[in-house]
């Protein structure tokens, strides 16, 4: 996948939505899965969602079902994550990542952008 960017956090209050976007400098072929994780202060970082780049299936945490939504246009190498509904429990970094085929984890990270919640 090369390097991943992310962009689009910030703040906004609760009932709000923010769409973040993952810019990929190289992702292609071997790319298997793409993802969102988050971490919030003094917690480990969680899966959020996943989408496979080459057939779109998707999969999400309990906790942002019905709430959020990945998607990807392959054409720009990017991946998104439209949050609506957000609560101040979904304050976090959130970061971007890449799976290869072949590959049981994943290897490639974003450094992350930061979304806040207010109430």
């Known amino acids: 996948q090369g390097q991943l960017v992310e962009s689009g956090g910030g703040l906004v209050q609760a009932g709000g939505s923010l769409r973040l976007s993952c810019t990929a400098s190289?992702?292609?072929?071997?790319?298997?899965?793409m993802a969102w994780f988050r971490q919030a202060p003094g917690r480990d970082r969680e899966f959020v969602a996943l989408?496979?780049?080459?057939?779109?299936?998707?999969e999400y945490a309990d906790s942002v079902k019905g709430r959020f939504t990945i998607s990807k246009d392959n054409a720009e190498n990017t991946l998104y994550l439209q949050m609506n509904s957000l609560k101040p429990e979904d304050t976090a970094v959130y970061y971007c990542?890449?799976?290869?085929?072949?590959?049981?984890?994943?290897?490639?990270w974003g450094r992350g952008t930061q979304v806040t919640v207010s109430s």
């Open positions: 190289s992702a292609g072929s071997n790319t298997n899965t």
């Open positions: 990542a890449g799976k290869r085929f072949g590959r049981s984890s994943y290897g490639s």
């Open positions: 989408i496979s780049w080459h057939r779109g299936t998707t």
